[in-house]
């Protein structure tokens, strides 16, 4: 498990920190960017084991977005991706998000505020 790399895309510099600090207690390396263009090149550039994205950065879908992007990669099509969001709670939708292989190519899908556990245990089962 140790020196595996996660890339945090978030524009909320708290929620990178407190992240960082859970992950790297774990062992991993963590890297982060604040949108979702920064994080597309550190993707490109370090390749990481897996990849936590925001959905609402600079646009409200910005994260939908940029894993679309990831998905039509060749280097990084593979690479397992958590998506963190609060747009429910924030837009005050009554459904949530499902994992798809087109629309939402992720992994798997988070509500904010996620608790320590949940999470390593989320980046356990997808980081290989």
């Excluded at 895309?9 to 207690?25: G, K, T, Y």
């Excluded at 550039?45 to 977005?65: A, C, H, R, S």
């Excluded at 940029?66 to 039509?72: A, D, I, L, P």
């Amino acid at each position: 498990m140790s020196g595996k790399k996660i890339l945090i895309i978030d524009d909320d510099p708290d929620f990178v920190d407190s992240i960082r600090a859970v992950l790297e207690a774990r062992g991993y390396k963590v890297e982060s960017a604040p949108d979702g263009t920064e994080g597309f090149k550190k993707a490109k550039e370090i390749i990481p084991n897996l990849i936590i994205l925001d959905v609402m950065m600079t646009k409200n879908t910005e994260g939908f977005e940029v894993s679309r992007e990831f998905q039509k990669d060749e280097d990084l099509k593979s690479v397992p991706i958590i998506m963190i969001t609060g747009i429910r709670e924030q837009m005050n939708l009554a459904f949530g998000f499902e994992p798809d292989g087109t629309w939402l190519p992720v992994k798997a899908v988070l509500e904010k505020t996620i608790k320590p556990d949940q999470l390593l245990a989320k980046v356990a089962e997808f980081i290989n």
